[in-house]
């Protein structure tokens, strides 16, 4: 069974602050995808990472998709209050996409 | 980006009574759909594949005769939860899966619909 785990579960942090959550597994993904929730909402896709030891950058946010396509992580810098929410990741293999359980972001002013 | 749309946002419903929730792929074509269900301050639990044409794919612990799925279009996937409980009450998901997108997995979320069981 492939799993995902997400880490840390909770990140309360101060606004202005780097972070990075990490995704972990021990099986090789096709692709990897960082959603994000808000809310009351659904997820909203950031990125998708296909080729190991690629790196991706949407503004404050990089990402980061290991070598070996086990891993992923997700760095933010200057953290905003804008940014609270929930960060999924996501591994694709052979069509299906599982989900990590998530980690809760509080960016507080 | 692809647009998933949801309806209805919310609904609130007796205990007995069945409730529809429809999920729409607005601008592109989805063989594949699936269904979320989410408690608060969770991740996203699969309950189940909707295909085009042909029977949902239930994951382990899903009441198939419970929670009904039709996807009868490219566009279109429904769910109805049948006979309603409160502990049925949840944020059910629906995430469409473009076909220009296959390699790569990606999904497109819907926003949500809140379902309360009274």
């Known amino acids: 069974t492939q799993l995902l785990e997400q880490s840390p579960q909770f990140l309360s942090i101060q606004e202005g602050e780097n972070l990075t959550v990490y995704c972990n597994s021990s099986?090789?993904?096709?692709?990897l995808q960082w959603y994000r929730q808000e809310p009351g909402e659904g997820p909203v896709l950031l990125v998708t990472?296909?080729?190991?030891?690629e790196v991706k950058k949407l503004k404050r946010l990089t990402f980061q998709f290991g070598d070996a396509r086990k891993d992923s992580s997700l760095h933010i810098t200057a953290a905003q209050t804008g940014d609270t929410g929930l960060y999924l990741c996501?591994?694709?293999?052979?069509?299906?996409?599982?989900f990590g359980k998530g980690t809760k972001l509080s960016v507080k002013p | 980006g692809a647009v998933v749309s949801q309806h209805p946002s919310w609904v609130i419903c007796k205990s007995g009574t069945s409730v529809k929730i429809e999920c729409r792929s607005l601008?592109?074509?989805?063989?594949?759909m699936f269904w979320y269900r989410q408690f608060p301050k969770q991740s996203l639990m699969l309950m189940a594949t909707?295909?085009?044409?042909?029977?949902?794919?239930?994951e382990q612990g899903v009441e198939k005769d419970k929670f009904l799925i039709n996807h009868a279009s490219l566009t279109l996937s429904t769910l109805t939860v049948t006979s309603a409980h409160p502990e049925d009450s949840s944020f059910y998901i629906c995430?469409?899966?473009?076909?220009?997108?296959?390699?790569?997995?990606?999904?497109?979320f819907g926003e949500g619909s809140r379902l309360t069981v009274l």
């Open positions: 995430s469409a899966r473009d076909l220009r997108a296959l390699n790569t997995g990606e999904l497109f």
């Open positions: 990472v296909v080729t190991g030891g």
């Open positions: 909707s295909n085009e044409g042909s029977k949902a794919t239930y």
């Open positions: 996501a591994g694709g293999s052979q069509g299906n996409l599982i």
């Open positions: 601008d592109f074509q989805a063989t594949t």
């Open positions: 099986s090789v993904f096709s692709s």
